[in-house]
């Protein structure tokens, strides 16, 4: 068995796909572990973790602040920890008291069976708007959501993952948090202002009631129960408390995080927001 593997948990999603591809860029072997074969809501299929690596990606779907979450990733690390994993980076919110408990529950974990780890705490990404809940409503010219005027510190995920990268690799510091954002607060009616400049067409943006969005989320086919955390969990990152930068993108990386703008123009030349895409 190759202990100078790489696990990557999520390898599928937004995040550790990016995580994945940068590793293999370097010619480093990496298993990523996405459903089936390692499912959250199905704890028999966590023994896949349990195998000796030189360091794991955690990522927790659909988020660290639903219920039973850090304790599911506790035992995640655990589990890799006592296998020999030598390095656990989890992946984590900004200011949400249970995405911190489940932080510190993992270090602990690792820290029992001599491993290293570290966190990665972010922003809200700016990928959620090209490759998640708000993609269709960009597309379509009109985005309705709960944030009102709180400014928010987005992060580019390609910024994410190369930290990430360093960070499995020992080539950033361990056994701390790095807490990244983007370089700038903007609220999400200025986000969407800064999308349609980059797609060239008239975005709307509209405040609405929690009541409101969870209703359109069950409307669309989210379940009624998810949609209701979902919502509780926008409630919790977008009241205030986040609206201040920091420089760990800099820090780890020598350059300055990447900005909405930049980022904007990048994802609409590789076609996202087109019209049709939401008929």
């Given at each position: 068995m190759d202990?100078?593997?790489?696990?990557?948990?999520?390898?599928?999603?937004?995040?550790?796909?990016?995580?994945?591809?940068?590793?293999?860029?370097?010619?480093?072997p990496v298993i990523a572990l996405s459903r089936p074969a390692f499912d959250w809501a199905d704890p028999a299929t966590w023994a896949t973790v349990e195998r000796p690596a030189a360091a794991a990606y955690l990522t927790f779907a659909p988020d660290l602040?639903?219920?039973?979450?850090?304790?599911?990733?506790?035992?995640?690390a655990e589990r890799m920890a006592r296998a020999g994993v030598r390095r656990v980076v989890l992946l984590s919110g900004r200011g949400e008291a249970e995405a911190q408990r489940a932080e510190r529950l993992v270090a602990d974990a690792a820290g029992r069976h001599g491993a290293g780890w570290a966190v990665v705490r972010c922003a809200f990404f700016l990928q959620n708007f090209d490759e998640s809940l708000f993609a269709?409503?960009?597309?379509?010219?009109h985005v309705a959501f709960v944030a009102g005027d709180v400014r928010e510190p987005f992060v580019d995920l390609d910024d994410v993952a190369e930290v990430v990268v360093g960070l499995m690799t020992g080539e950033l510091p361990g056994d701390r948090v790095h807490e990244l954002t983007g370089p700038e607060l903007l609220t999400f009616a200025e986000a969407v202002a800064g999308i349609a400049r980059a797609v060239g067409r008239p975005i709307g943006y509209e405040q609405v009631s929690p009541e409101r969005l969870r209703s359109g989320l069950v409307a669309a086919g989210l379940p009624a129960d998810d949609a209701a955390a979902l919502v509780g969990l926008f409630t919790e990152v977008l009241a205030g408390h986040n609206a201040h930068l920091a420089d760990g993108v800099e820090a780890a990386l020598g350059r300055p995080a990447t900005d909405l703008a930049t980022w904007a123009r990048r994802a609409a030349g590789n076609g996202a927001w087109l019209a049709e895409a939401a008929s």
């Amino acid at each position: 068995m190759d202990i100078n593997q790489h696990l990557v948990i999520g390898g599928t999603g937004k995040s550790g796909r990016r995580v994945t591809a940068l590793l293999q860029d370097r010619g480093l072997p990496v298993i990523a572990l996405s459903r089936p074969a390692f499912d959250w809501a199905d704890p028999a299929t966590w023994a896949t973790v349990e195998r000796p690596a030189a360091a794991a990606y955690l990522t927790f779907a659909p988020d660290l602040t639903f219920p039973g979450a850090p304790e599911a990733v506790a035992e995640v690390a655990e589990r890799m920890a006592r296998a020999g994993v030598r390095r656990v980076v989890l992946l984590s919110g900004r200011g949400e008291a249970e995405a911190q408990r489940a932080e510190r529950l993992v270090a602990d974990a690792a820290g029992r069976h001599g491993a290293g780890w570290a966190v990665v705490r972010c922003a809200f990404f700016l990928q959620n708007f090209d490759e998640s809940l708000f993609a269709a409503p960009l597309a379509a010219g009109h985005v309705a959501f709960v944030a009102g005027d709180v400014r928010e510190p987005f992060v580019d995920l390609d910024d994410v993952a190369e930290v990430v990268v360093g960070l499995m690799t020992g080539e950033l510091p361990g056994d701390r948090v790095h807490e990244l954002t983007g370089p700038e607060l903007l609220t999400f009616a200025e986000a969407v202002a800064g999308i349609a400049r980059a797609v060239g067409r008239p975005i709307g943006y509209e405040q609405v009631s929690p009541e409101r969005l969870r209703s359109g989320l069950v409307a669309a086919g989210l379940p009624a129960d998810d949609a209701a955390a979902l919502v509780g969990l926008f409630t919790e990152v977008l009241a205030g408390h986040n609206a201040h930068l920091a420089d760990g993108v800099e820090a780890a990386l020598g350059r300055p995080a990447t900005d909405l703008a930049t980022w904007a123009r990048r994802a609409a030349g590789n076609g996202a927001w087109l019209a049709e895409a939401a008929s």
